[in-house]
């Protein structure tokens, strides 16, 4: 039987964790064009940095971080203002076990309150896990950036994918 899995907001102490998450992700070569190490000094920066509409949280299952997640604001412009752009991440040891579909529904249900009526996310186009966890969790793909940037010297293209949490008034 697998420990209870449970949501909560990110802590200063979880950096550790969240470095080694994102680390191994980035070593799959197609979740992410970061390439490390995100150390736990690194990433207590990066946590206290985030202001206060780009929340994290962990999932953790057993007194471990097994997942993470964030939001951020997807442009400083104003009038992009209710848009975030997401990020989840899942430890190797429990792919397949429906913890990125937890976290990303979680992250849905939390974005209103930090003022976001759309979600997007910005998905490396080889990356089939995510492509699918974001169709499984209402995304849609609108198109897909070519040669988006480079990783380890090779130019990789990008999925966008969004989701409307809620429809602002007049929108179609």
Known sequence: MEPPFVIRPARRED????????????????????????????????????????????????????????????SHRDWYSGVGEYTVYVARAWHGRGVGRRMLDAL?????????????????ADNAAGLALARRNGFREVGTHRAHARREGVWRDVTVVERHLAAPEGAR
């Open 15 to 74: 950096a550790g964790a969240i470095g080694a998450i994102y680390d191994e992700a980035a070593a799959s070569g197609v979740a992410t064009f970061a390439t490390g190490p995100h150390t736990a000094e690194e990433r207590e920066r990066w946590l206290a940095a985030r202001g206060e509409r780009a929340p994290v949280w962990c999932g953790e299952a057993g007194g471990s971080v097994v997942a993470w997640s964030a939001l951020a604001p997807f």
């Open 108 to 124: 849905a249900e939390e974005a209103p309150r930090f003022g976001y009526w759309k979600i997007v996310g910005m998905i490396l």
